[in-house]
């Protein structure tokens, strides 16, 4: 097999080039790799094979942001214009929106653009819980940051293009230093509230299909009744996903709040699954059911095929909680002009009925809890420290890397063998070891469970009105206001 030949091979077989654009496609593919074509080896995957032959023949630096911007723009070769694209994923749209999604999520994943060899690298498991199964992941799919883009950004402070990493600009992006490649990238356009967004797939997703809706703006998130009509307008589109926004502050916000955007995917996640615990009514929104759900954050369920009232019904909630105080249990709306309120805004269908959880956020600090006090609590940072996203709210928890190291030297400790375990993870692993009886043959399952039983504590830690006395006193005063 010749490396070059079979790679054009391969590209024409994608429909994106015709066979009589073979010899064209060759000298593309020389172009990054060189002319001479060499034999490749039937085990490995192509693209692979010509990255590491562009690096032999010194046409990139052996550096890990080179191979990938190359291994991107060889499978540029296999995409289709964005143009072309979009045309087939709306042509595709008029049978059905799965048909259309199906389409579009092949083409990202055999282009390389949705990681998928490195998605198969994560742990994923779930465990019961008093609330049901929750889902565990410890991330290891997204590859660490570029040494020297980390050198570089020290000393960069020029204006970015693309502005950040959800801006639409992205699209064939080759990527530099600090910004990702994105020559593969593709970008549905679909209107939503009256404005142009974008529909795409995440790269390094955590779920099935797990997508990005996009403002073609960047412009700063914010949760508002807006929000409510454009998760509705995105359900109508496409029924078959969940949608959901990160909320809009600091600390109980996502990562990227500098830019509108939702997430969504084809995924059930525990928090959907799970039961109403105290049934609400509300006699100006006839058409909704509500309830409080049976969740460890605060979460508020609305249901109805009357979108009308559950976008009303669901503004009103929000309005309320975000001037809402209560200093019994440390909730403060306002410091002077600085908003601490918000919420988590899920939606997802039931057949014609629109399921909304409104899911409420408090991002106060205090000398106790600095980095918040629905926060999870500093006896919970050996696993998770980082703030409690879109995704977490929902029943699946995001762990960093390092974890799959740092447990294998816990489960040494708990079999008594030689072991490194960190300081961190000593008081914890301790509190286990005298309460259960650890083995050989259970020492994975404890170890799933207990991390399971973690990720529950971190989730209360994060809800505003606990599950006790105080808290559901709490939420009766909430109600009350409502």
Same mark, same amino acid.
């Given at each position: 097999?010749?490396?070059?030949?079979?790679?054009?091979?391969?590209?024409?077989?994608?429909?994106?080039?015709?066979?009589?654009?073979?010899?064209?496609?060759?000298?593309?593919?020389?172009?990054?790799?060189?002319?001479?074509?060499?034999?490749?080896? %039937?085990?490995?995957?192509?693209?692979?094979?010509?990255?590491?032959?562009?690096?032999?023949?010194?046409?990139?630096?052996?550096?890990?942001? %080179?191979?990938?911007?190359?291994? &991107?723009?060889?499978?540029?070769?296999?995409?289709?214009?964005?143009?072309?694209? @979009?045309? %087939?994923?709306?042509?595709?749209?008029?049978?059905?929106?799965?048909?259309?999604?199906?389409?579009?999520?092949?083409?990202?994943?055999?282009?390389?653009?949705?990681?998928?060899?490195?998605?198969?690298?994560?742990?994923?498991? /779930?465990?019961?819980?008093?609330?049901?199964?929750? *889902?565990?992941?410890?991330?290891? =799919?997204?590859?660490?940051?570029?040494?020297?883009?980390?050198?570089? +950004?020290?000393?960069?402070?020029?204006?970015?293009?693309?502005?950040? +990493?959800?801006?639409?600009? @992205?699209?064939?992006?080759?990527?530099?230093?600090?910004?990702?490649?994105?020559?593969?990238?593709?970008?549905?356009?679909?209107?939503?509230?009256?404005?142009?967004?974008?529909?795409?797939?995440?790269?390094?997703?955590?779920?099935? *299909?797990?997508?990005?809706?996009?403002?073609?703006?960047?412009?700063?998130?914010?949760?508002?009744?807006?929000?409510?009509?454009?998760?509705?307008?995105?359900?109508?589109?496409?029924?078959?996903?969940?949608?959901?926004?990160?909320?809009?502050?600091?600390?109980?916000?996502? =990562?990227?709040?500098?830019?509108?955007?939702?997430?969504?995917?084809?995924?059930?996640?525990?928090?959907?699954?799970?039961?109403?615990?105290?049934?609400?009514?509300?006699?100006?929104?006839?058409?909704?059911?509500?309830?409080?759900?049976?969740?460890?954050?605060?979460?508020?369920?609305?249901?109805?095929?009357?979108?009308?009232?559950?976008?009303?019904?669901?503004?009103?909630?929000?309005?309320?909680?975000?001037?809402?105080?209560?200093?019994?249990?440390?909730?403060? +709306?306002?410091?002077?002009?600085?908003?601490?309120?918000?919420?988590?805004?899920?939606?997802?269908?039931?057949?014609?009925?629109?399921?909304?959880?409104?899911?409420?956020?408090?991002?106060?600090? =205090?000398?106790?809890?600095?980095?918040?006090?629905?926060?999870?609590?500093?006896?919970?940072?050996?696993?998770?420290?980082?703030?409690?996203?879109?995704?977490?709210?929902?029943?699946?928890?995001?762990?960093?890397?390092?974890?799959?190291?740092?447990?294998?030297?816990?489960?040494?400790?708990?079999?008594?063998?030689?072991?490194?375990?960190?300081?961190?993870?000593?008081?914890?692993?301790?509190?286990?070891?005298?309460?259960?009886?650890?083995? +050989?043959?259970?020492?994975?399952?404890?170890?799933?469970? %207990?991390?399971?039983?973690?990720?529950?504590?971190?989730?209360?830690?994060?809800?505003?009105?606990? /599950? &006790?006395?105080?808290?559901?006193?709490?939420? &009766?005063?909430?109600?009350?206001?409502?």
């Amino acid at each position: 097999m010749k490396l070059i030949e079979k790679f054009a091979d391969d590209v024409i077989a994608s429909g994106a080039y015709k066979p009589l654009d073979k010899i064209y496609v060759m000298n593309k593919i020389r172009g990054f790799v060189g002319d001479e074509d060499v034999d490749g080896n %039937e085990d490995q995957p192509v693209v692979a094979q010509l990255v590491d032959l562009a690096v032999k023949r010194g046409k990139i630096e052996d550096g890990q942001t %080179e191979r990938e911007i190359l291994n &991107d723009q060889l499978y540029d070769l296999m995409t289709p214009r964005p143009s072309v694209v @979009n045309e %087939e994923f709306w042509e595709k749209y008029q049978e059905s929106s799965e048909t259309a999604t199906n389409w579009f999520y092949k083409l990202m994943t055999s282009n390389d653009y949705v990681k998928v060899a490195a998605i198969k690298k994560n742990i994923v498991f /779930d465990r019961p819980t008093k609330y049901g199964n929750l *889902e565990i992941t410890i991330n290891l =799919s997204k590859p660490e940051k570029d040494p020297k883009a980390i050198a570089a +950004a020290a000393h960069d402070t020029k204006k970015k293009y693309p502005q950040c +990493a959800l801006c639409m600009e @992205n699209e064939g992006y080759k990527g530099r230093l600090g910004q990702a490649a994105r020559s593969n990238h593709r970008v549905i356009r679909i209107v939503v509230g009256g404005h142009k967004w974008g529909f795409q797939y995440s790269p390094y997703a955590y779920f099935n *299909e797990h997508c990005i809706f996009l403002d073609s703006k960047h412009e700063p998130m914010q949760i508002n009744r807006q929000t409510l009509i454009n998760l509705v307008e995105i359900e109508e589109q496409l029924p078959a996903y969940f949608v959901g926004s990160n909320a809009d502050l600091p600390i109980v916000g996502g =990562s990227m709040l500098a830019h509108e955007h939702y997430q969504g995917g084809r995924h059930s996640f525990p928090m959907m699954k799970a039961e109403i615990k105290k049934p609400l009514h509300f006699d100006e929104y006839p058409d909704v059911e509500a309830g409080i759900v049976n969740w460890p954050m605060s979460d508020i369920r609305l249901t109805s095929a009357n979108t009308t009232e559950l976008i009303n019904l669901g503004s009103h909630i929000i309005d309320v909680w975000d001037h809402y105080d209560d200093e019994s249990l440390s909730l403060k +709306a306002f410091d002077g002009d600085t908003r601490h309120h918000t919420v988590t805004p899920i939606m997802h269908r039931d057949g014609k009925k629109f399921v909304l959880d409104l899911v409420l956020r408090d991002n106060n600090t =205090s000398d106790k809890y600095p980095l918040g006090i629905f926060h999870p609590h500093e006896k919970l940072w050996h696993i998770k420290k980082e703030n409690i996203g879109l995704i977490e709210v929902m029943g699946r928890a995001i762990l960093p890397a390092r974890l799959k190291d740092e447990l294998a030297e816990v489960k040494k400790f708990w079999l008594g063998e030689a072991n490194n375990i960190a300081d961190s993870h000593l008081p914890w692993a301790k509190e286990i070891a005298e309460k259960m009886d650890i083995n +050989a043959d259970n020492v994975d399952e404890i170890m799933e469970q %207990e991390l399971a039983n973690v990720f529950a504590n971190v989730l209360e830690n994060a809800g505003v009105f606990k /599950d &006790d006395e105080a808290g559901n006193a709490g939420w &009766d005063r909430f109600i009350a206001q409502l």
